[in-house]
């Protein structure tokens, strides 16, 4: 297992310096006879697929905010569950219209002035709060490299550019404990193996206090509210910027977030 973590640093270490991404890996892919379904995209075999995803396993458990391997499992052990999310997302107007346009969340897309002059309580003006109360950034997302098929990829893209959303969506803060509630919310929702061992997993590393809270009072309300929602892939968050927080909560069924989440870690 320790070759195998540090097989998966050493390749993500690799992919985070390369100063010529997408030649290196047409380079690679060529050498292989593969065939390269989107920019980012490195092909892989089944096992080097198990490979990655058991070093992915190993460091996101040790270290939860790794989130390059936490993308790289979500990658490596998804394929069934994103194609019963892409299929989701076709059967809902929507979610068609979001998987045929493919709208993209990062600083080059957002207009941050826009949402800063929309009303207060909006849904667009709440994003803009979480990311400057919690210093995070939608660029931080991970591209897509390991899923082999072009939809599917997007598919993942969108769940990882939303995953902030959703925090505003539950009121949830970035610490140990309001990830763990999102990542439960996140595994009913969608069923990703990531999600679910997240939700499993990420608990050993709180405290005694928010342990109690956790499991009393939050992992029911995120299990409650993700069975009740509908797919929140499906929502086109950016043409709702405007309409306030409260009433998409409300048209989700997504109850208030408990009133002192904030105070625990």
């Known amino acids: 297992m320790a070759t195998l973590l540090l097989r998966s640093q050493r390749l993500h270490r690799s992919l985070r310096h390369r100063t010529r991404p997408t030649v290196d890996v047409l380079l690679r892919a060529a050498s292989h006879g593969a065939r390269l379904l989107y920019p980012d995209h490195i092909p892989t075999t089944?096992?080097?697929?198990?490979?990655?995803?058991?070093?992915?396993?190993?460091?996101?458990?040790?270290?939860?905010?790794?989130?390059?391997m936490v993308a790289v499992l979500g990658e490596t052990t998804g394929c069934h569950t994103l194609?019963?999310?892409?299929?989701?997302?076709?059967?809902?107007?929507?979610?068609?219209?979001?998987?045929?346009?493919?709208?993209?969340?990062?600083?080059?897309?957002?207009?941050?002035?826009?949402?800063?002059s929309l009303p207060e309580g909006s849904l667009g003006r709440e994003y803009l709060r979480f990311l400057?109360?919690?210093?995070?950034?939608?660029?931080?997302?991970?591209?897509?490299?390991?899923?082999?098929?072009?939809?599917?990829?997007?598919?993942?893209?969108?769940?990882?550019?939303?995953h902030d959303m959703l925090h505003t969506l539950l009121?949830?803060?970035?610490?140990?404990?309001?990830?763990?509630?999102?990542?439960?919310?996140?595994?009913?929702q969608t069923g990703l193996p990531m999600c679910i061992l997240g939700a499993l997993f990420g608990p050993v590393r709180l405290r005694a206090q928010s342990l109690q809270v956790l499991f009393s009072e939050l992992i029911p309300w995120a299990i409650q509210n993700g069975r009740r929602a509908p797919c929140v892939?499906?929502?086109?968050?950016?043409?709702?910027?405007?309409?306030?927080?409260?009433?998409?909560?409300?048209?989700l069924g997504i109850s208030p977030p408990p009133k002192h989440i904030q105070g625990l870690a």
Do not use: C
Request: aromatic share 8%; no cysteine.
């Open 83 to 116: 194609k019963f999310l892409r299929d989701q997302m076709k059967k809902d107007p929507e979610g068609a219209q979001i998987l045929q346009e493919r709208p993209r969340i990062s600083l080059s897309t957002l207009d941050l002035s826009k949402l800063q």
């Open 132 to 162: 400057n109360a919690n210093k995070v950034s939608p660029d931080t997302r991970a591209p897509t490299r390991f899923v082999d098929d072009e939809e599917l990829a997007y598919v993942i893209q969108r769940y990882r550019e939303v």
């Open 46 to 68: 089944p096992l080097q697929k198990m490979l990655l995803a058991a070093g992915a396993a190993g460091m996101a458990l040790y270290n939860p905010y790794r989130h390059d």
């Open 233 to 251: 892939l499906n929502i086109y968050y950016e043409q709702r910027w405007e309409q306030p927080l409260t009433a998409l909560r409300e048209e």
């Open 171 to 188: 009121g949830m803060p970035t610490n140990m404990l309001g990830e763990v509630v999102v990542k439960w919310f996140e595994a009913v």
